[in-house]
């Protein structure tokens, strides 16, 4: 089975309308992270959110909110007011242990996000 | 701030030859790791390190070797090219428990031929 999900390979929005982007996880590690990261066309990667399997509340920063569903293993990521320069593949990642202190990062197929005129 | 810096950017090889992708990192982060990103793939985890001398494996680590002699550098070795490695690489570093985000260099695009 998967360990992230993103079952958006393509969406469409109209620019200033809010979009949401799927991710759902799974995982039997109790502590976990969970990361959306933005990749334009230019090919580098940027950190958007975090949000911890512990924190109690979602994750926001900015235009960014992370909308935590625990019990449903979901994690979408909620861009307002979409903008031009929004237009780019979105990733969902998962951080779980690795045992002795280490960590790995699994990565979703990603979302490719067009932002309309 | 450099960051995470990888060289080369580009690279075309012939099946069957060697050589080193290099990632650096000036942050004092004692977590290291590389992907592959495939098209329709995502990122992949090929190998990771949690501090010099330590090296694990991560989902995809077949034709390809790591060290940590240094907490900056974090090189990564295909021994003998095939085309299935044709992908684009990144190198990334972390601090902490993996609970801040990691930071990526800006890729390096392989071609085996």
């Known amino acids: 089975a998967q360990k992230i999900t993103q079952t958006q390979p393509g969406m469409f929005v109209q620019e200033k309308e809010a979009v949401t982007l799927d991710c759902t996880y799974d995982t039997s590690d109790p502590s976990y992270g969970l990361f959306w990261y933005k990749q334009p066309s230019s090919g580098e990667m940027i950190f958007l959110i975090y949000?911890?399997?512990?924190?109690?509340q979602n994750a926001t920063e900015g235009r960014y909110s992370l909308n935590f569903q625990k019990a449903r293993k979901s994690a979408n990521l909620v861009i307002s007011a979409s903008q031009l320069g929004d237009s780019a593949m979105y990733f969902c990642?998962?951080?779980?242990?690795?045992?002795?202190?280490?960590?790995?990062?699994?990565f979703g197929k990603g979302t490719k996000l067009s932002v309309i005129p | 701030n450099a960051g995470v810096t990888q060289t080369p950017k580009f690279q075309v090889l012939k099946t069957g030859q060697s050589m080193t992708l290099q990632c650096a990192q000036d942050?004092?982060?004692?977590?290291m790791s590389w992907y592959r990103q495939d098209p329709g793939m995502g990122l992949r985890l090929i190998h990771y390190s949690v501090g010099a001398g330590i090296t694990d494996q991560g989902e995809v680590p077949n034709g390809y070797n790591v060290s940590r002699s240094t907490t900056e550098d974090f090189p990564l070795r295909l021994l003998s090219a095939a085309p299935s490695q044709t992908s684009v690489y990144f190198c990334?570093?972390?601090?902490?428990?993996?609970?801040?985000?990691?930071?990526f260099g800006d890729g390096t695009r392989l071609s085996i031929l």
């Open positions: 990642a998962m951080r779980e242990s690795a045992g002795a202190g280490s960590y790995q990062l699994t």
């Open positions: 942050m004092n982060h004692e977590y």
């Open positions: 990334a570093s972390g601090q902490g428990y993996g609970d801040l985000p990691q930071h």
């Open positions: 949000q911890g399997s512990y924190d109690q």
